[in-house]
């Protein structure tokens, strides 16, 4: 049996609200799709850029900027960007930088990939054929 925890506030007045100032926030697939398969420096680095950034994603910090405020080596900041471009959670171009929208999650089936998406429309179209088939 599986006992459910039940969600109260513990600070009601400490209730988080939208900034009025830039845009963050965190896509909870960063956690469960990508962060175990990135460096520490790089998780740390992303959430900085999901902190920092605009509501298209896009901040200008310098790498030197970076460090201080991270207590990195600009050499670690350097690699763990470099790692997030190669794992397509960021744009690079100096002096900007890009959080991208997560890839939409990839399904394996019959030795091709298939987006979920499309898995939705092809189930949809398998259901109205079906139907339409039954009508006959």
Do not use: C
């Not at 350097?78 to 100096?94: F, G, K, T």
């Amino acid at each position: 049996m599986t006992s459910r925890i039940q969600k109260r506030l513990l600070l009601p007045n400490r209730v988080r609200r939208p900034p009025e100032e830039g845009f963050s926030w965190v896509d909870r697939r960063f956690l469960k799709d990508y962060a175990a398969r990135l460096s520490r420096d790089a998780i740390l680095l992303y959430f900085f850029f999901t902190a920092v950034s605009d509501q298209q994603g896009l901040s200008f910090y310098s790498d030197s900027t970076i460090a201080v405020r991270l207590r990195l080596p600009e050499k670690a900041v350097s690699d763990a960007r470099a790692e997030l471009v190669a794992h397509d959670l960021i744009a690079w171009q100096r002096p900007l930088t890009q959080v991208l929208a997560l890839p939409q999650p990839v399904l394996h089936r019959r030795g091709s990939l298939q987006s979920l998406g499309d898995l939705f429309r092809s189930t949809g179209n398998s259901a109205e054929k079906n139907s339409a088939g039954s009508e006959s």
